[in-house]
């Protein structure tokens, strides 16, 4: 079945240091998407990527960092600039969001310990 | 500005009643694109329901009705007669034609359905 995956499922980091979140799927969608998930805020865009090897800062990019290198692949760097990094992160990509929407993976816990 | 507002933040149910999901938003944009999301507890969001800013035709799907209304710009969701299943974190969600396929997400509102 086609889909999204999102590794792991919960992370865990030690202040100061640098986690990398997978995001990987096998839709053959050219644009994806990372969001983050803070209550009651809603998702708010921190980069995309409409195809390989390009990508833009979204609404939150700051103390993040993404690649895009093969286009079944869009892993999402939280480095130690991000203050603020426990949330719940969520990948997403699609074919053309307008008509079609977006396909979201399961999401990623990350929390700072 | 372009944004969504989803005004009830957390909504409970007893099952069987019928509920409606408010949403409100603003864009510059006349051509976009509007869409409800539903996050179950287990946190993947799932596509609902799409439209576009030229067709107003209200949709049911089910249980579940959209009341899309361009003069008061609101898009709102309504679920007859609620099931546990339905409780979960619903997302109204826009993307204007000038976005570059960026949707931008409402706060979303927290449906609880009571047994």
């Known amino acids: 079945d086609g889909g999204i995956t999102q590794s792991p499922k919960y992370l865990f980091r030690k202040e100061g240091q640098n986690v990398t979140l997978s995001c990987e799927q096998n839709?053959?969608?050219?644009?994806m998407y990372w969001y983050r998930q803070d209550p009651g805020q809603g998702l708010r865009l921190i980069y995309y990527?409409?195809?390989?090897?390009?990508?833009q800062k979204g609404d939150i990019a700051e103390g993040y960092s993404v690649s895009r290198e093969k286009k079944e692949s869009f892993p999402l760097t939280v480095t130690s600039a991000q203050k603020n990094p426990t949330a719940f992160y969520l990948c997403?990509?699609?074919?053309?969001?307008?008509?079609?929407?977006?396909?979201f993976g399961s999401g990623t816990r990350l929390t700072v310990v | 500005a372009q944004k969504v507002t989803q005004a009830q933040t957390e909504i409970s149910v007893v099952e069987k009643e019928d509920v409606t999901l408010d949403c409100v938003y603003e864009?510059?944009?006349?051509?976009?694109?509007l869409f409800w999301y539903k996050q179950p507890p287990s946190g993947e969001l799932v596509f609902l329901i799409r439209?576009?800013?030229?067709?107003?035709q209200n949709e049911i799907s089910g249980r579940y009705s959209w009341n899309f209304q361009k003069s008061t710009s609101s898009f709102n969701f309504t679920i007859t007669a609620s099931q546990v299943v339905d409780s979960a974190v619903y997302f109204c969600?826009?993307?204007?034609?000038?976005?570059?396929?960026?949707?931008?997400f409402g706060p979303g509102t927290s449906l609880s359905v009571i047994p």
């Open positions: 997403a990509s699609s074919i053309d969001a307008k008509f079609y929407g977006y396909t």
């Open positions: 439209r576009n800013s030229f067709d107003e």
């Open positions: 990527s409409q195809i390989v090897n390009d990508f």
């Open positions: 864009t510059r944009d006349t051509t976009y694109y």
């Open positions: 839709l053959n969608h050219d644009a």
């Open positions: 969600a826009l993307c204007p034609k000038t976005s570059y396929d960026k949707v931008i």
